[in-house]
């Protein structure tokens, strides 16, 4: 664990070896928040690989078979709607 210091004007510096450990580099940008009283900093690649996940188990729990397009599936329906009402 590491201790780091709040500067006069809020800033907190990220030591360079767990910058490193988390892959940020200058300009990534990372999500902030409070979770159970504590600041957890997340890389948007992170975040992006717990999203997927989240969709994924989700997905699963709907019962929508792996490669299954829902958004082509609602496309489809609004397609075949506008036919039948003649657009």
Do not use: C, W
């Not at 780091?4 to 990220?14: E, P």
């Not at 580099?25 to 690989?49: C, F, M, N, Y």
């Not at 989700?58 to 490669?67: D, F, I, R, S, T």
């Amino acid at each position: 664990m590491t201790d780091l210091t709040i500067s006069d004007n809020g800033r907190v510096l990220i030591p360079a070896a767990l910058r490193e450990q988390l892959g940020l580099k200058p300009g990534t940008r990372v999500h902030a928040e409070v979770r159970d009283g504590s600041l957890v900093l997340t890389s948007a690649s992170q975040r992006a690989v717990q999203r997927r996940a989240y969709f994924s188990r989700l997905m699963q729990e709907l019962n929508v078979a792996p490669g299954h397009s829902l958004a082509g599936e609602l496309i489809g329906e609004r397609r075949a709607d506008n036919a039948r009402d003649g657009h």
